[in-house]
Antibody, heavy 120, light 108 residues
Framework: EVQLLESGGGFVRPGGSLRLSCEGS????????MTWVRQAPGKGLEWVSS????????YYSDSVKGRFTVSRDNSKETLYLQMNSLRAEDTAVYFC?????????????WGQGTLVSVSS | DIQLTQSPSSLSASVGDRVNISCRAS??????LNWYQHKPGKAPKLLIY???GLHDGVPSRFSGSGSGTDFTLTITGLQPEDFATYYC??????????FGQGTTLEIK
């Protein structure tokens, strides 16, 4: 069974940093592009960042560009999101998801999410 | 940037009803439109891909239609487990993606 498990969420002050992890299992992790999506309280889903299967291509939404860095360690089958200069508006549940692997792109499956709270 | 606008933002329906959820794109996105179901505290689930493709294991009461800028998710014969929030998502501008704002389906 394909599974994704996020971790690393927590409480942080504005301006602080946090690193999220997403461990994959049940599939060939190194063969798939991976993506982070977040949901702020009471809001909808928002695409945050994506990374190619080899880790050499990365993409970011304008809202996080320059502050967040996506990376992966295929030997550990783990996706990361380094979040710096955090703001209150970054408060959200962060989900990781994988490219289904077929064309056109769609996301399946998704992890259960990890909560990030940014507050003074 | 491609914007997706869903309507309605919320709707109430009864078990057994047929419901339609609309998603309009700010420009033509051809067939690059997916639908997801999300319940509170759970992982979102892929329902429909490429406008009308039914994802593995998704019940046939779910269907999608449309092209260009106007798309519809239809649920025929609502079941209790279908009450959730539904999102459309475009992959036309991959790897930059956009979701609609969501439509919450509530029990009447």
């Amino acid at each position: 069974e394909v599974q994704l498990l996020e971790s690393g969420g927590g409480f942080v002050r504005p301006g602080g940093s946090l690193r999220l992890s997403c461990e994959g299992s049940g599939f060939s992790f190194s063969s798939y592009d991976m993506t982070w999506v977040r949901q702020a309280p009471g809001k909808g889903l928002e695409w945050v960042s994506s990374i190619g299967d080899l880790g050499d291509t990365t993409y970011y939404s304008d809202s996080v560009k320059g502050r967040f860095t996506v990376s992966r360690d295929n030997s550990k089958e783990t996706l990361y999101l380094q979040m710096n200069s955090l703001r209150a508006e970054d408060t959200a549940v962060y989900f990781c998801t994988k490219d289904y692997g077929d064309y056109p792109t769609r996301f399946d499956p998704w992890g259960q999410g990890t909560l990030v709270s940014v507050s003074s | 940037d491609i914007q997706l606008t869903q309507s309605p933002s919320s709707l109430s329906a009864s078990v057994g009803d047929r419901v339609n959820i609309s998603c309009r794109a700010s420009q033509s996105i051809s067939l690059f439109l997916n639908w997801y179901q999300h319940k509170p505290g759970k992982a979102p689930k892929l329902l429909i891909y490429a406008v009308s493709g039914l994802h593995d294991g998704v019940p046939s009461r779910f269907s999608g239609s449309g092209s260009g800028t106007d798309f519809t998710l239809t649920i025929t014969g609502l079941q209790p487990e279908d009450f959730a929030t539904y999102y459309c998502q475009q992959s036309y501008s991959a790897p930059m993606y956009t979701f609609g704002q969501g439509t919450t389906l509530e029990i009447k």
